[in-house]
């Protein structure tokens, strides 16, 4: 069955530190990507995706995400965090054009600490 | 934010009553979706409706049920709640074209609890 794996389970930084979180996925056809951020008490919010093209996606708040299809990995990078990233983030993954198979991994919490 | 309303936001009931949950949205997007989210789980998919009337069938749909009798409403029933129930229940939208397509945009979410 089609999984998403978010390697880091909670990591805990610094202000100014670098982060890094992990993502891999099974499936081997055509993916469609995506980076979710949920702040504390609220709803899902859209940080990036991918579909096609340049494999380096810029998004929003200076996150920026690498899709690497020979490892099957769709990795999310800061170069320096802000106490205000602190939430939980979402690897997810949609097969091809095929709406309603968005698969989620299980969430990294980031704590950043002041 | 996308147009996306859920009511109740909170609710706490018995096991064994029925329970509905209601996703409204004025994007007029042609797909919605229920998903539960619980700790170590991420989000699951519970249903989705790719139109009017048209429901399938997600990763944890057993005990729920579904219905879209109008483009911007998706109703969630538990026909008879139980304790492992309990999650936090977000809708979401998407369009069928666009830039935006593909891309879902989630409600506030609903938090239910069962005793």
């Known amino acids: 069955a089609q999984s998403v794996s978010q390697h880091n389970h909670h990591v805990i930084l610094s202000e100014a530190a670098s982060l890094e979180l992990g993502c891999n996925y099974s499936?081997?056809?055509?993916?469609?990507l995506f980076w979710y951020v949920q702040y504390p008490g609220q709803h899902l919010q859209l940080l990036l995706k991918?579909?096609?093209?340049?494999?380096l996606v810029k998004g929003i708040k200076g996150f920026e995400a690498e899709f690497i299809k020979s490892k099957f990995s769709f990795n999310l990078r800061k170069p320096s965090v802000q106490w205000s990233d602190t939430a939980e983030y979402f690897c997810?993954?949609?097969?091809?054009?095929?709406?309603?198979?968005?698969?989620f991994g299980k969430g990294t919490k980031l704590s950043v600490k002041p | 934010d996308a147009g996306i309303t859920q009511s109740p936001r909170h609710k706490v009931t018995e096991t064994g009553t029925p329970v509905t949950l209601r996703c409204h949205q004025t994007?007029?997007?042609?797909?919605m979706y229920w998903y539960r989210q619980d700790p170590g789980h991420g989000l699951r998919l519970i249903h989705y409706?790719?139109?009017?009337?048209?429901?399938d069938k997600g990763e944890v749909s057993d005990g729920y049920s579904v219905s879209r009798s109008k483009t911007e409403d998706f109703l969630l029933t538990l026909e008879s709640a139980t304790s492992s129930q309990t999650s936090v229940y977000f809708c979401?939208?998407?369009?069928?074209?666009?830039?935006?397509?593909?891309?879902?945009?989630f409600g506030p979410g609903t938090r239910l609890t069962v005793l």
């Open positions: 979401a939208i998407s369009s069928s074209g666009g830039s935006s397509y593909n891309e879902q945009f």
């Open positions: 499936y081997g056809g055509t993916v469609n």
């Open positions: 991918y579909f096609s093209g340049d494999p």
């Open positions: 997810a993954v949609n097969k091809g054009r095929s709406q309603g198979n968005l698969i």
């Open positions: 994007e007029n997007h042609r797909y």
């Open positions: 409706s790719y139109g009017v009337k048209d429901t």
